[in-house]
């Protein structure tokens, strides 16, 4: 398991295509997304999927199985807000055929949530394509806290140009590179300087 990394990109992409998102735009309606026993008081209504945790390990899960196929472009979105700052993590596979039905901590990334109660918008990039496929998909919450979550969404970027040297000198110029989901980068003397805003 590792923490979402800043990412830089080459090339400027163009603006990500969603693949497949849950919105929570109909009062009552989970649209598949399942909670366990950690979680309490889950409504969807005004928008916005709410609940509390009350156990250690509150989870949302996926519910049917996805047919996705996997590539490095692709971007696992959540817009949410919390009222405790603390760890969430995605998990997914390729399979149903293990001990817990398909997940493990080696296909997972964790990133982290602000609990300032005002909604953000969460990338994370899993970098999943050696699985292929991604047919199940889940959502690890932290516990002892309250948290409403506007959408979810599989998003994937565009296909980078190719770039038209592979020796980047970053003391002149960003040579095509930028930074992505709001961070920012800037070329000097000594090289390039990315900054994230979280």
């Excluded at 998102?21 to 709410?50: H, I, M, Y």
């Excluded at 149903?96 to 982290?112: D, I, L």
């Excluded at 070329?187 to 805003?197: C, F, R, V």
Aim: aromatic share 12%; charged share 20%; proline share 6%.
């Amino acid at each position: 398991t590792s923490v979402a990394p800043l990412v830089l990109a080459l090339a400027c992409f163009a603006a990500e295509q969603p693949l497949v998102e849950w919105t929570f735009d109909r009062d009552g309606e989970l649209q598949g997304w399942q909670p366990n026993a950690d979680l309490a008081a889950v409504k969807v209504s005004d928008g916005a999927l709410t609940c509390r945790s009350v156990g250690s390990d509150p989870i949302l899960e996926l519910r049917p199985l996805l047919d996705l196929p996997a590539s490095p472009w692709q971007v696992l979105e959540v817009r949410l807000k919390a009222d405790r700052n603390g760890t969430a993590e995605w998990f997914w596979s390729n399979t149903t055929q293990t001990r817990y039905g398909g997940f493990a901590q080696e296909k997972s990334t964790r990133f982290q949530v602000r609990g300032d109660g005002q909604w953000r918008t969460y990338h994370v990039f899993p970098f999943w394509h050696p699985e292929k496929k991604i047919i199940r998909l889940r959502l690890d919450l932290y516990g002892a806290a309250a948290f409403a979550v506007d959408f979810l969404r599989i998003a994937e970027l565009a296909m980078p140009q190719t770039a038209p040297q592979a020796d980047f000198d970053f003391t002149q110029r960003a040579l095509g590179w930028q930074a992505v989901h709001g961070a920012t980068l800037a070329t000097a003397a000594d090289g390039l300087t990315i900054s994230s805003p979280i």
